[in-house]
């Protein structure tokens, strides 16, 4: 079972940046992978998908402002958030796209405005 770790949040002043990485303790080349998150009292939702042949594909709420990109070397997705906003914090996750694997603890961003 491949265990995901997720890291990189924190908090963050409005229209400022992070960058989020989760690891895989397996290979992830095989899978389509995506970054998600989940608001207290909300839904989890996916924001961005990274397939195996490199297409990407974003949630309009972050699309233009956050970049998922990954490293099957490095068994690494990321998440470039720039611009980030009040109703970016949450807790985001990283898993494949078939929620093949058990969520890991997820990292939180905090925005201050």
């Known amino acids: 079972q491949v265990q995901l770790v997720e890291s990189g949040g924190g908090l963050v002043q409005a229209g400022g940046s992070l960058r989020l990485s989760c690891a895989a303790t397996?290979?992830?080349?095989?899978?389509?992978m995506g970054w998600y998150r989940q608001a207290p009292g909300q839904a989890r939702e996916l924001l961005a998908r990274?397939?195996?042949?490199?297409?990407?594909n974003y949630a309009g709420s972050v699309k233009g402002r956050f970049t998922i990109s990954r490293d099957n070397v490095k068994r690494s997705v990321y998440l470039q958030m720039d611009n980030i906003q009040p109703d970016d914090a949450a807790t985001y996750y990283c898993?494949?796209?078939?929620?093949?694997?058990?969520w890991g603890r997820g990292t939180r961003v905090t925005v201050s405005s």
């Open positions: 898993n494949s796209l078939k929620l093949t694997w058990n």
């Open positions: 990274a397939t195996r042949d490199g297409a990407t």
């Open positions: 397996e290979s992830i080349a095989d899978f389509d």
